[in-house]
């Protein structure tokens, strides 16, 4: 293009622009403080706006005056000074949606935290009514998790709340991360939520789900430790804005919140600067409602609305297994079934750590599907039956033949739930374990060669049985013929100790 | 009793300013308190400021956002 050429460029564009005042709401900056500023002035204000101040910093509206706006700083406070102007955005605070954000990394305002530019065409509001009673249909499809443990005792349903509950280092974050990873090629879309967690922990758990080849299906939202106590307080319900928009679009979402005890933490440090008045355990009168709120915007939807789902993982961290304190007794009473880890069972060697005895999925079975229906229905019982034995074995009593058969076959199923991190068990596996141990072929096995021996099983019966295996995993059905294929295999099998 | 800033540029002559002042009573009623401020970054034009809303006409925010739309 030469010279002359895009100046007459240039002139047509200009002719083309339209000459129109620009319309915006100013406020003036009273008193900072906190990350709490009070803001003078701003006619028309709206509840919960975006504000912008000096220097690219934003802040929400959380508290309307007659004469101004009390409002929160999402970042730092040191750039905003009493008298500065402040402009309303006109808009509340709003979450960006779409395709776009598979595999991104964005704070809950929306900007990009991986480095790379963000385009995104639509937004929503962070904060959107749940679905109506109409605009609901059950839960009925089962989302697994690749976890034995949970997959056949406390099934999770797409569309269902189950909580994650637990004291530190218990393993629950792992749980939602291999879910997460599980997820590969069944067309559930991931959001994970980090709330109020170190960066460095956020930056590995990206890096794991980048090496699983799950960001593509992922969209991750982070507010860390060091962000206001605003940002932490809005990240979730951004990323169940996020969550949304794929729902309306007919996908199935996994959403998990890590974790909902650092939030209410948030929110308490966000209500006493502003004055509120604090009630138990120093907690806003709200503390409810801020997440029942959240959680009830996850949910199966009805055919008419596209089918779609959310399915909603939270997090939260006891303090010496005390389930009965605040946050933990509330969250429990929202979600439709908890997953109690337990540090005893974690320190001496079962992982997941899963109390099967406090952790129940009040979905269940409906949600399961039939190959795994027909081989799970006893665990639980058979479990808790063993554990009840085994405090009698401890004191070393003479025990009659039949007891002692029962208290093999527990132990054998304890260490058939034992997992590695990182490696989910399709359906097919997951079956074939559980018609193992009814066969009792698994029993004798020495303690520290469990993870050997089913490694070996699998991957013979992978082998020997890969049309059953290919057709399980797509249909989740079990004909009487492939149950017994896979039984006659089973015993075929022996373990070669090499 | 509302007050009212409008900001011109020290360019502005007191025929159009007065001119301006009885156009904007006009438009929004006659209780206003005007106030006027001269700022000369604005290059030219005025902005009104009524209790906080804003109709910004200066030539600086016009080159802005001619800016904004020949890079967009």
């Not at chain 1, 090629?185 to 758990?205: D, R, T």
């Not at chain 2, 001269?38 to 800016?67: A, C, H, P, W, Y």
Request: aromatic share 6%; with cysteine.
């Amino acid at each position: 293009m030469s010279e002359m050429n895009i100046s007459a460029f240039l002139k047509k564009k200009i002719e083309n622009f339209n000459v129109a005042p620009v319309e915006y709401r100013l406020g003036t900056v009273t008193r900072v403080g906190d990350g709490v500023v009070r803001v003078k002035g701003l006619p028309e204000r709206l509840y919960g706006e975006l504000l912008e101040f000096g220097g690219g910093v934003f802040g929400m509206a959380v508290d309307l005056e007659e004469d101004g706006v009390g409002a929160v700083l999402f970042d730092n406070a040191d750039k905003v000074s009493v008298g500065d102007p402040v402009r309303g955005t006109s808009t509340v605070t709003e979450a960006p949606v779409g395709e776009a954000l598979l595999g991104r990394v964005i704070d809950p305002i929306g900007r990009a935290l991986d480095g790379k530019p963000l385009s995104v065409e639509k937004y929503m509001p962070t904060e959107r009514p749940a679905p109506s009673i109409i605009e609901r249909s059950p839960v009925n499809r089962s989302l697994e998790t690749g976890i034995l443990a949970i997959d056949s005792m406390i099934p999770i349903g797409r569309g269902q709340r189950e909580l994650i509950i637990g004291d530190r280092q218990t393993g629950k974050t792992t749980i939602a991360i291999d879910s997460i990873i599980n997820q590969k090629n069944s067309g559930v879309l991931c959001v994970y939520c980090a709330i109020g967690q170190k960066a460095s922990n956020v930056a590995g758990i990206i890096d794991t789900l980048t090496k699983a080849g799950a960001m593509s299906y992922t969209v991750v939202v982070a507010a860390t430790a060091s962000q206001s106590p605003a940002m932490q307080y809005l990240a979730p319900y951004c990323a169940c804005t996020v969550a949304e928009g794929f729902a309306a679009t007919g996908k199935d979402v996994l959403i998990v919140y890590d974790d909902l005890s650092k939030h209410a933490v948030a929110y308490r440090t966000m209500s006493l600067l502003l004055h509120r008045p604090p009630g138990r355990e120093a907690f806003p009168g709200d503390v409810f409602y801020l997440h029942s709120r959240l959680l009830e915007r996850s949910a199966c939807l009805s055919e008419e609305l596209g089918g779609g789902s959310i399915t909603a993982m939270p997090i939260i961290e006891t303090m010496s297994g005390n389930l009965s304190a605040y946050i933990p007794t509330n969250v429990i009473s929202i979600t439709d079934g908890q997953i109690f880890l337990e540090s005893e069972l974690f320190h001496s060697g079962v992982r997941p750590a899963v109390n099967t005895g406090l952790s129940v999925s009040r979905v269940g079975r409906s949600a399961q599907r039939n190959a795994m229906k027909a081989v799970s229905g006893s665990l639980r019982i058979e479990l808790s039956q063993y554990r009840e034995m085994a405090v009698f074995a401890r004191f070393g009593s003479d025990i009659d033949s039949a007891t002692k058969s029962m208290l093999d076959k527990g132990e054998c199923l304890v260490n058939i739930f034992k997992q590695g991190k990182g490696c989910p068990y399709s359906l097919f596996d997951e079956v074939a374990l559980l018609l193992a141990y009814k066969s009792g072929k698994l029993v004798g096995t020495k303690q520290n060669q469990y993870a050997a021996v089913t490694e070996a099983l699998l991957s013979f019966l992978h082998e020997k049985c890969s049309a059953v295996m290919n057709e399980m995993n797509l249909s989740g059905d079990m004909t009487e013929k492939q149950r017994e294929e896979i039984e006659k295999s089973i015993a075929e099998w022996s373990y070669e100790n090499e | 009793m509302r007050k009212c800033i409008i900001t011109v540029a020290s360019n502005m002559t007191e025929e159009t300013y007065n001119y301006l002042v009885d156009k904007v009573k006009r438009q929004f009623g006659f209780d206003l308190v005007i106030g006027k401020a001269v700022d000369d970054s604005i290059i030219g034009g005025f902005i009104l400021n009524i209790d906080g809303q804003i109709f910004d006409l200066s030539i600086r925010t016009q080159l802005d956002e001619m800016k904004r739309y020949l890079t967009a």
